[in-house]
């Protein structure tokens, strides 16, 4: 990581040396080489939510939010979205995106073809889908798996990798969220009962959301993590998690673990895992987002440093 990235790192290092000297022994990253895979993960980590929150005011071309365009992105339609003030269809595109994921080598592909509904008729935006769902239901049983079937990889991203292409599950997964969703009349009516219930501070929102989002069918607790943290950096909701949510985790919490204990299978309470990490990000001030994804990739291979890349 040269330049600045390579002083990011060394701080970050130094700041982890200093928090498990004085503050709270971190016995996973105690050597040396652990210590210095760990600081890379963490500004690797800072560095792709930066990317994202950077799309709220990127110049972007208006073919991003095109589905029949090469460069259509579902990220950076969703923050074109938010620019215009069509909010439900930034949730939407924020949700197909979440709920799709980019793969590594199929890119956007599989997310595009939906929304854009392979070309056969108008694109399947929050409008049109959530006024008719018995059309998206028609087309996905008599067109949907035909039109997968032409050899083009499409594939689910690595946090989806054990999703179904199915007419049944498609069906399912989108249709809760939209019946999720219009129960309050739209995304903003939704955010607004969130706030009557919880009030505005954006870490009572995200809980509250998180909560909620059981009605969801598929999207357990990385789903709902990732798509409410892409939201909240797209600036699409106010809200930012004020947790790890652990309890509900695999490889973040097998990651924390490691981190703290210097074992994956430690007999750690969740909580008490949740409360040092509280500590350690008033120490860094990189946000639980950060400490989470950082966590669980350097779980993978804590004595040197491996990019994520989905």
Not at 104 to 128: H, K, V
Not at 139 to 153: A, N, T
Not at 228 to 240: F, R, V, W, Y
Not at 258 to 272: R, T
């Amino acid at each position: 990581m040269p330049g600045l990235h390579r002083d990011k790192t060394d701080q970050i290092r130094d700041a982890l040396a200093n928090f498990s000297a004085n503050v709270f022994p971190l016995v996973g990253i105690a050597g040396d080489a652990e210590r210095q895979a760990c600081a890379e993960q963490l500004v690797s980590s800072m560095r792709r939510v930066d990317y994202v929150k950077d799309l709220a005011t990127k110049a972007l071309h208006p073919n991003r939010a095109d589905p029949a365009s090469e460069i259509f992105d579902p990220l950076m339609a969703a923050a074109l979205g938010t620019r215009q003030g069509n909010y439900d269809e930034a949730w939407w595109l924020a949700f197909l995106a979440t709920h799709f994921g980019k793969h590594i080598e199929d890119g956007w592909r599989l997310t595009q073809d939906f929304y854009g509904a392979f070309g056969t008729r108008p694109a399947w935006t929050w409008a049109t889908t959530s006024s008719n769902v018995a059309d998206l239901n028609n087309w996905l049983d008599q067109q949907w798996p035909g039109l997968l079937s032409d050899g083009v990889p499409r594939r689910f991203s690595n946090h989806r990798k054990y999703e179904s292409k199915s007419s049944s599950q498609m069906k399912a997964v989108l249709g809760s969220y939209i019946d999720f969703v219009s129960a309050f009349g739209g995304h903003q009516n939704l955010v607004q009962d969130v706030h009557r219930t919880v009030g505005q501070h954006p870490h009572a929102g995200f809980d509250e959301l998180y909560k909620r989002m059981r009605a969801v069918k598929r999207f357990g607790r990385l789903g709902t993590f990732d798509f409410l943290t892409m939201l909240g950096k797209l600036g699409i909701a106010p809200i930012e998690p004020g947790t790890a949510y652990l309890a509900d985790a695999t490889g973040p919490l097998r990651g924390t673990k490691l981190f703290v204990h210097g074992d994956p299978d430690a007999n750690a309470d969740p909580s008490e895992l949740e409360e040092i990490l509280d500590q350690l990000d008033a120490h860094l001030q990189v946000g639980k987002q950060v400490l989470e994804d950082a966590l669980c990739n350097w779980q993978k291979t804590p004595d040197r440093f491996v990019l994520f890349r989905g």
